[in-house]
């Protein structure tokens, strides 16, 4: 009997599984690029007592335009990227999955198509799937980066109206030059196109390298996405934001569920925001370990990709999951995804990353080690 019989689903979703990385209870997780540090008490103290705040007035429906957290995140985008942004040119929602389903609510459809460029976050071809948009993929190169011209190539031939871009990109951490971003919005825009680029690792990215929300004036129909799971400790709260032209904005808006964020997620996300300066204080040893993780791997005789996230893409070995068990067996998770061959870690603590090196460099002695 199947697990569907008796229900009218959509006939392409009977095959699928709902998306998620494996949640286990071990030492050391180190999988789905979380920030390791949890606030500090007097953050927890403050987002509490704003919570607090909000309970009083559950009764009441939230402020479903939230212009004061908008009003905030454009304040904070001005500080970390120097973008000029009004709370208007801002959205939110919960986490950017949410933000990046209303894009293709809103730009995607029947007889519409999205192109992104794999490997990337597995989440978009769902995305797609979900809002009956067509999914196209293009292909980066052997090393991950992405050709230009094939970018601007595929977008003449598909004709999408979104294509989606993450930088740095997930899972391979490899973030987009800016003038690879401007030639693919100016394209977009000629052709009546949406060109998103996924930034929720951006406060990893390597000191000197521009977000694409410096682009925002000369592009409207540009849209830059974030989260506030990974560099601001906050993926319990789940809140992901955008920012954009005002235009592009109100087009979200019309798709949005009412209320979709709650006051209780508001009062989270703006109580962070008064400490973003703590909250983003462990970025700086986040990237250290990075890099340093990149180096010891690459000494263990093992490929590693440059990173500008939070996270290493590693291998390639004969079997991978046979690697990425013998760690669990170990107490140590990390994710089994990108192309065959590769695994991903993110980065933990110094004694997080400590165990991770000392259960890899244990199997590499063995037959389950065996790289290709």
């Given at each position: 009997?199947?697990?569907?019989?008796?229900?009218?689903?959509?006939?392409?979703?009977?095959?699928?599984?709902?998306?998620?990385?494996?949640?286990?209870?071990?030492?050391?997780?180190?999988?789905?690029?979380?920030?390791?540090?949890?606030?500090?008490?007097?953050?927890?103290?403050?987002?509490?007592?704003?919570?607090?705040?909000?309970?009083?007035?559950?009764?009441?429906?939230?402020?479903?335009?939230?212009?004061?957290?908008?009003?905030?995140?454009?304040?904070?985008?001005?500080?970390?990227?120097?973008?000029?942004?009004?709370?208007?040119?801002?959205?939110?929602?919960?986490?950017?999955?949410?933000?990046?389903?209303?894009?293709?609510?809103?730009?995607?459809?029947?007889?519409?198509?999205?192109?992104?460029?794999?490997?990337?976050?597995?989440?978009?071809?769902?995305?797609?799937?979900?809002?009956?948009?067509?999914?196209?993929?293009?292909?980066?190169?052997?090393?991950?980066?992405?050709?230009?011209?094939?970018?601007?190539?595929?977008?003449?031939?598909?004709?999408?109206?979104?294509?989606?871009?993450?930088?740095?990109?997930?899972?391979?951490?490899?973030?987009?030059?800016?003038?690879?971003?401007?030639?693919?919005?100016?394209?977009?825009?000629?052709?009546?196109?949406?060109?998103?680029?996924?930034?929720?690792?951006?406060?990893?990215?390597?000191?000197?390298?521009?977000?694409?929300?410096?682009?925002?004036?000369?592009?409207?129909?540009?849209?830059?996405?974030r989260t506030m799971s990974k560099a601001f400790a906050l993926a319990g709260g789940r809140v992901g934001y955008l920012a954009a032209s005002k235009q592009l904005v109100d087009a979200l808006r019309i798709v949005r569920l009412p209320y979709h964020l709650s006051a209780v997620t508001q009062a989270v996300a703006r109580a962070a925001l008064r400490h973003s300066e703590e909250l983003l204080g462990?970025?700086?040893?986040?990237?250290?370990?990075?890099?340093?993780?990149?180096?010891?791997?690459?000494?263990?005789?093992?490929?590693?990709?440059?990173?500008?996230?939070?996270?290493?893409?590693?291998?390639?070995?004969?079997?991978?999951?046979?690697?990425?068990?013998?760690?669990?067996?170990?107490?140590?998770?990390?994710?089994?995804?990108g192309p065959d061959g590769w695994l991903r870690v993110s980065i933990g603590t110094g004694a997080e990353m400590a165990a991770f090196r000392a259960s890899l460099e244990r199997v590499l002695k063995t037959d389950?080690?065996?790289?290709?």
């Amino acid at each position: 009997m199947g697990r569907f019989d008796g229900l009218p689903i959509r006939e392409e979703l009977k095959s699928f599984e709902p998306y998620g990385a494996p949640q286990l209870d071990v030492p050391i997780l180190l999988n789905v690029n979380e920030n390791p540090y949890p606030p500090s008490e007097e953050t927890v103290a403050d987002i509490a007592a704003s919570v607090t705040e909000a309970a009083r007035g559950l009764n009441r429906y939230p402020d479903r335009e939230f212009l004061d957290l908008r009003a905030d995140l454009a304040a904070y985008l001005g500080r970390e990227s120097g973008a000029q942004l009004t709370a208007e040119q801002v959205w939110a929602a919960n986490g950017s999955n949410e933000v990046m389903l209303h894009i293709l609510q809103a730009f995607g459809g029947p007889g519409r198509t999205a192109l992104s460029f794999a490997p990337t976050y597995s989440m978009y071809p769902e995305y797609a799937r979900d809002t009956n948009t067509a999914w196209v993929t293009g292909r980066r190169a052997e090393d991950f980066t992405l050709d230009q011209s094939k970018a601007l190539a595929a977008i003449s031939r598909h004709h999408p109206s979104v294509v989606l871009l993450a930088s740095p990109n997930n899972p391979t951490g490899t973030a987009l030059p800016i003038q690879v971003v401007e030639a693919l919005a100016a394209r977009t825009a000629a052709n009546g196109a949406v060109l998103v680029v996924d930034e929720a690792y951006a406060e990893f990215r390597r000191t000197g390298t521009p977000s694409a929300v410096t682009l925002l004036p000369s592009y409207p129909n540009l849209a830059v996405a974030r989260t506030m799971s990974k560099a601001f400790a906050l993926a319990g709260g789940r809140v992901g934001y955008l920012a954009a032209s005002k235009q592009l904005v109100d087009a979200l808006r019309i798709v949005r569920l009412p209320y979709h964020l709650s006051a209780v997620t508001q009062a989270v996300a703006r109580a962070a925001l008064r400490h973003s300066e703590e909250l983003l204080g462990r970025v700086e040893q986040l990237r250290v370990e990075r890099d340093e993780t990149v180096d010891w791997l690459r000494s263990q005789g093992l490929r590693a990709v440059d990173s500008d996230a939070n996270f290493v893409l590693f291998g390639t070995f004969a079997d991978r999951h046979a690697v990425w068990q013998s760690l669990l067996d170990d107490g140590v998770l990390i994710r089994e995804t990108g192309p065959d061959g590769w695994l991903r870690v993110s980065i933990g603590t110094g004694a997080e990353m400590a165990a991770f090196r000392a259960s890899l460099e244990r199997v590499l002695k063995t037959d389950i080690g065996r790289l290709t």
